[in-house]
């Protein structure tokens, strides 16, 4: 058994794409850093992701959660380029553009509502019948469309492994296949490292907690009063493919996507099953899925089949991360809860954890732990 022979500065609980990139940040910036997965890196949610990024797609109407999701994009381009430079790998960044179709008129009044107001915000256009044969000649039978031409994809575990490789030349720590057990505290209760399958570890700083759909059960362990209320939703997806692939954009419709990657598949996803921790794929959502291949016109369903996989994405009760110290304890910060758009937020979760320590800035209300015992 290792014994106390590490002490950092932080110690990062959980290798997904908010592990990786808070791990990555902090360690870029002069601090010392400890990352620790239980499994490999990005072998949980962060390798179903269909590297999305569209905040106009997934704000709903809530405007404080575009803005977040917004905030995030932004800082992509250049965060790619760096962390790109400093893995000699590509993560396949590719600005494809997000088509949000509407089927009926119904989703089209729901459309031309968001496109109301993300006019106001970013450069989207609203797209007719006729205007979308051009864009997407497949898409004739959409009754209208909200396009955002400047909206981006990644592929979220390449990036997850540029962002560990990047993170171990700037020297980070990496223990991998180490489970944390529960932490390490002082009479006070203040948190002071953890303790693992592979020895006991400290933090001079503090333990970020960034294990996803898991982060539940570790905090469970320091017997809380109070629970952090994440769980796992479940998303199947899958990948066709054809020697020429009839979609050109990210295209969104009735609750279903299709996303054109550079290997040439076409990523078609994702169902919202609540099975507990069950991350297999089911009958049940191969053919929810596969209701939906004629959404994205005649040629889809003629693709060829490649493989079916699922992940569990980490939700809170009102969807939006959380983020911030946990209430109560000295050094320990959670970073959880980003349900659908995990790939995207991670950008603006690092920065919110260096801005943390760098001078105690916490993130915004609405993001904090405590929203869910406020009265
Ligand atoms: C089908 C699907 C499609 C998606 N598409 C997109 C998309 O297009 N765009 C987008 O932005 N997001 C997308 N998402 C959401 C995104 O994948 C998640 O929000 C994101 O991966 C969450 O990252 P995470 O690092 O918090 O969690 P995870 O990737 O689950 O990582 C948590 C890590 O913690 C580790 N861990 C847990 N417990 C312990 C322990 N006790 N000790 C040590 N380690 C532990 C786990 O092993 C795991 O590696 C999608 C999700 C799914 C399922």
Same mark, same amino acid.
């Given at each position: 058994?290792?014994?106390?022979? /590490?002490?950092?500065?932080?110690?990062? @609980?959980?290798?997904?794409?908010?592990?990786?990139?808070?791990?990555?940040?902090?360690?870029? &910036?002069?601090?010392?850093?400890?990352?620790?997965?239980?499994?490999?890196?990005?072998?949980?949610?962060?390798?179903?992701?269909?590297?999305?990024?569209?905040?106009?797609?997934?704000?709903?109407?809530?405007?404080?959660?575009?803005?977040?999701?917004?905030?995030?994009?932004? #800082?992509?381009?250049?965060?790619?380029?760096?962390?790109?430079?400093?893995?000699?790998?590509?993560?396949?960044?590719?600005?494809?553009?997000?088509?949000?179709?509407?089927?009926?008129?119904?989703?089209? /009044?729901?459309? &031309?509502?968001?496109?109301?107001?993300?006019?106001?915000?970013? +450069?989207?256009?609203?797209?007719?019948?006729?205007?979308?044969?051009?864009?997407?000649?497949?898409?004739?039978?959409?009754?209208?469309?909200?396009?955002? $031409? &400047?909206?981006?994809?990644? &592929?979220?575990?390449?990036?997850?492994?540029?962002?560990?490789?990047?993170? /171990?030349?700037?020297?980070?720590?990496? #223990?991998? =296949?180490?489970?944390?057990? *529960?932490?390490?505290?002082?009479?006070? =209760?203040? @948190?002071? =490292?953890?303790?693992?399958?592979?020895?006991?570890? #400290?933090?001079?700083? +503090?333990?970020?907690?960034?294990?996803?759909?898991?982060?539940?059960?570790?905090?469970?362990?320091?017997?809380?009063?109070?629970?952090?209320? @994440?769980?796992?939703?479940?998303?199947?997806?899958?990948?066709?493919?054809?020697?020429?692939?009839?979609?050109?954009?990210?295209?969104?419709?009735?609750?279903?996507?299709?996303? $054109?990657?550079?290997?040439?598949?076409?990523?078609?996803?994702?169902?919202?099953?609540?099975?507990?921790?069950?991350?297999?794929?089911?009958?049940?959502?191969?053919?929810?899925?596969?209701?939906?291949?004629?959404?994205? =016109?005649? *040629?889809?369903?003629?693709?060829?089949?490649?493989?079916?996989?699922?992940?569990?994405?980490?939700?809170?009760?009102?969807?939006?991360?959380?983020?911030?110290?946990?209430?109560?304890?000295?050094?320990?910060?959670?970073?959880?809860?980003?349900?659908? /758009?995990?790939?995207?937020?991670?950008?603006?979760?690092?920065?919110?954890?260096?801005?943390?320590?760098?001078?105690?800035?916490?993130?915004?209300?609405?993001?904090?732990?405590?929203?869910?015992? *406020?009265?």
């Amino acid at each position: 058994m290792e014994e106390m022979q /590490n002490s950092q500065d932080f110690i990062v @609980v959980g290798a997904g794409i908010i592990g990786a990139m808070i791990a990555y940040r902090l360690v870029t &910036h002069g601090y010392s850093v400890m990352l620790v997965d239980q499994g490999p890196p990005g072998g949980q949610a962060s390798r179903a992701a269909a590297g999305i990024l569209s905040p106009t797609a997934e704000a709903g109407s809530s405007v404080p959660f575009f803005d977040l999701l917004q905030a995030s994009f932004l #800082r992509y381009p250049a965060l790619i380029e760096e962390i790109e430079e400093a893995s000699q790998m590509h993560v396949d960044l590719h600005q494809t553009g997000v088509i949000q179709a509407a089927l009926d008129d119904v989703e089209a /009044n729901r459309l &031309h509502e968001l496109y109301r107001w993300q006019k106001t915000k970013v +450069a989207v256009e609203w797209v007719t019948s006729a205007q979308l044969k051009d864009l997407e000649p497949d898409m004739q039978h959409a009754v209208g469309a909200l396009y955002a $031409p &400047h909206e981006m994809q990644v &592929h979220g575990p390449k990036l997850v492994q540029a962002l560990v490789r990047a993170g /171990n030349h700037a020297g980070m720590v990496s #223990r991998f =296949g180490v489970m944390v057990q *529960r932490f390490l505290t002082s009479k006070s =209760g203040d @948190v002071l =490292g953890i303790e693992t399958t592979k020895g006991q570890y #400290r933090a001079q700083k +503090a333990v970020i907690v960034a294990a996803g759909s898991w982060a539940q059960s570790i905090l469970a362990t320091l017997d809380e009063v109070r629970a952090l209320p @994440v769980k796992p939703i479940r998303g199947q997806i899958l990948a066709l493919t054809s020697d020429e692939v009839p979609i050109r954009h990210i295209v969104f419709a009735h609750h279903r996507y299709v996303v $054109p990657k550079p290997d040439g598949r076409l990523i078609l996803g994702a169902t919202e099953d609540d099975a507990g921790f069950d991350d297999r794929v089911t009958a049940d959502g191969v053919a929810q899925l596969a209701q939906s291949f004629h959404y994205f =016109g005649p *040629r889809v369903p003629q693709m060829h089949w490649q493989a079916i996989w699922a992940g569990l994405r980490p939700m809170a009760p009102d969807g939006l991360p959380i983020l911030g110290p946990w209430p109560g304890r000295q050094g320990l910060y959670v970073a959880a809860g980003h349900y659908r /758009n995990g790939v995207l937020l991670s950008a603006i979760t690092g920065d919110l954890v260096l801005n943390w320590a760098q001078n105690g800035t916490l993130p915004p209300s609405g993001f904090l732990p405590e929203r869910f015992w *406020r009265s």
